[in-house]
């Protein structure tokens, strides 16, 4: 299983915003989150069909809003995206 899918397929259960903690996304992926997710937000870019991660919430229908001083990520529905 790909390191991401299962945060993908977590938030493929989801249908509106929602928002998690660094733990909380952490917990999801096999090994955790890498320091780099912690410190910069460019880590969570959107749009970047190249990074596993930032495909896994984009196959999911989600853009990926960072607040890296809170430690949350807030995932918003993309406009138009079918499930």
Known sequence: MPKYDALRDH????TGEVR??????????????PPSAYRYEAWWA????????????????FTAHPDLDRGTVRFVPMQGHAW
């Open 11 to 14: 938030l493929r259960r989801r």
């Open 20 to 33: 998690y903690t660094l733990a909380e996304i952490s917990d999801l992926v096999p090994g955790g989150l």
């Open 46 to 61: 959107n749009g970047d069909g190249t990074h596993s991660h930032s495909r896994s919430w984009a196959d999911a229908g």
